[in-house]
Antibody, heavy 117, light 107 residues
Framework: QVNLLQSGAALVKPGASVKLSCKASGYTFTDYYIHWVKQSHGKSLEWIGYINPNSGYTNYNEKFKSKATLTVDKSTNTAYMELSRLTSEDSATYYC??????????WGQGASVTVSS | DIQMTQSPSFLSASLGNSITITCHASQNIKGWLAWYQQKSGNAPELLIYKASSLQSGVPSRFSGSGSGTDYILTISNLQPEDIATYYCQHYQSFPLTFGSGTKLEIK
């Protein structure tokens, strides 16, 4: 069965960076996109961008272009998202998802990021 | 960006009844619409894609319809496990955007 296992909760200081991981199993990693989605506490969902694990091609929401960097390691079936120059506005739960193109048909359990000094 | 307007924001209904949630896109999204269910404390799950196609494993009491700018999610024979927040998402163009969510409560 498809499983996306995300790294644990992170507490980071303002101005720092954090790198979240998402290990995929149960399917051919390079056949499907990986999307990342942000959910601020009690709020709706925001699409950050996606990466094609086969080619490394990325497509970002303009809003997150200078905030997020998406990468993959095909040897370990793991996707990564690095968030830089963190502020309190970046405190949220971040999900990686398996994308059947632009439909998100499997989701990781989410990773909570708290930005606080 | 395409704006997705969902209504209502909150819905209370009785077990066994049917409910509808609507999603209006700010421009024609040509049926490129998905619906997700998010139960409290969990990640969202895909219910419907391409406006009306049921994702594998999703009960048939869930159905989707619509075209152009207006779409509907219908849940028939409401069950206790349907308590959740429901989101629509378009994939007509970038950026992908979601509706603001509809929180469903069972009376």
């Amino acid at each position: 069965q498809v499983n996306l296992l995300q790294s644990g909760a992170a507490l980071v200081k303002p101005g720092a960076s954090v790198k979240l991981s998402c290990k995929a199993s149960g399917y051919t990693f390079t056949d499907y996109y990986i999307h990342w989605v942000k959910q601020s506490h009690g709020k709706s969902l925001e699409w950050i961008g996606y990466i094609n694990p086969n080619s490394g091609y990325t497509n970002y929401n303009e809003k997150f272009k200078s905030k997020a960097t998406l990468t993959v390691d095909k040897s370990t079936n793991t996707a990564y998202m690095e968030l830089s120059r963190l502020t309190s506005e970046d405190s949220a739960t971040y999900y990686c998802t398996k994308g059947n193109y632009y439909v998100m048909d499997a989701w990781g359990q989410g990773a909570s990021v708290t930005v606080s000094s | 960006d395409i704006q997705m307007t969902q209504s209502p924001s909150f819905l209370s209904a009785s077990l066994g009844n049917s409910i509808t949630i609507t999603c209006h896109a700010s421009q024609n999204i040509k049926g490129w619409l998905a619906w997700y269910q998010q139960k409290s404390g969990n990640a969202p799950e895909l219910l419907i894609y391409k406006a009306s196609s049921l994702q594998s494993g999703v009960p048939s009491r869930f159905s989707g319809s619509g075209s152009g700018t207006d779409y509907i999610l219908t849940i028939s024979n409401l069950q206790p496990e349907d308590i959740a927040t429901y989101y629509c998402q378009h994939y007509q163009s970038f950026p992908l955007t979601f509706g603001s969510g509809t929180k469903l409560e069972i009376k």
